[in-house]
């Protein structure tokens, strides 16, 4: 596709579900990051992979929150038990490459999330 | 307090007014800023991305950088009705694929 795509893009879950949210990212993008958007802020950075490897998981909020790529393309991001304070639009963005030069990130329309 | 500071607005002005919009902040390992535009109901998309201290120029669109005082700013000439959307200032502090911290972001409205 031309750009990063998401899936589902409004998820409404009851407080204790488990939500798996879906990026797919430009073909060929090796970086691949999760944000978290609450509403009327700035995104927040969650995780970041270089194909497959997780090279950092610090701005995941609980470990409820768990983020996989296993074949270095569609990425996951799951959160189980959700609560009410998980209710905020769930950003994916990509980059080309892992090193070197600062890399634009395309973001994806985000997935919205609201927890009742 | 955060690393990134800016004015959430909202911010109006009428159509063809110079904007301004800023951001500061705390942690002087930033050395890459960029300015996103974000749309409701959609994804970011970057506008200017600079490096260190200095000014860029991209058509109607002006970034500056002032390390020594923490400070970036984001001018739009010649402001049209399309601009209308929520301004985001974003930092990192390396090279290569890094996460980006955000401000709060700024919601400019520009009236026909």
């Known amino acids: 596709g031309a750009g990063v795509s998401q899936s589902p893009r409004y998820k409404v879950a009851k407080r204790g579900q488990d939500v798996a949210l879906r990026c797919d990212p430009i073909?060929?993008?090796?970086?691949l990051f999760w944000y978290q958007q609450a509403l009327g802020q700035g995104p927040e950075f969650l995780t970041y992979?270089?194909?497959?490897?997780?090279?950092?998981k610090s701005g995941l909020p609980s470990d409820r929150f768990f983020a996989e790529r296993p074949e270095g393309s569609v990425s996951t991001l799951k959160i189980q038990r959700t609560q009410q304070e998980d209710s905020a639009v769930y950003l994916c963005a990509s980059s080309y490459s892992g090193t070197g030069r600062v890399h634009e990130q395309f973001f994806g329309p985000g997935t919205r999330l609201t927890v009742l | 307090q955060k690393e990134v500071e800016q004015d959430p607005g909202p911010l109006s002005v009428p159509e063809g007014a110079i904007v301004s919009l800023n951001c500061t902040y705390s942690?002087?390992?930033?050395?890459?800023f960029m300015w996103y535009r974000q749309y409701s109901r959609k994804g970011p998309e970057l506008l200017m991305y600079t490096y260190s201290s200095g000014n860029k120029e991209d058509g109607r669109f002006t970034a500056q950088v002032d390390k020594s005082s923490k400070y970036i700013s984001l001018f739009i000439r010649d402001s049209q009705p399309s601009d209308s959307a929520t301004y985001l200032c974003a930092m990192s502090a390396r090279r290569g694929a890094q996460k980006l911290v955000f401000g709060q972001g700024t919601r400019l409205t520009i009236n026909p």
């Open positions: 073909s060929g993008h090796v970086s």
């Open positions: 942690n002087s390992a930033f050395q890459y």
């Open positions: 992979f270089q194909n497959e490897a997780q090279l950092d």
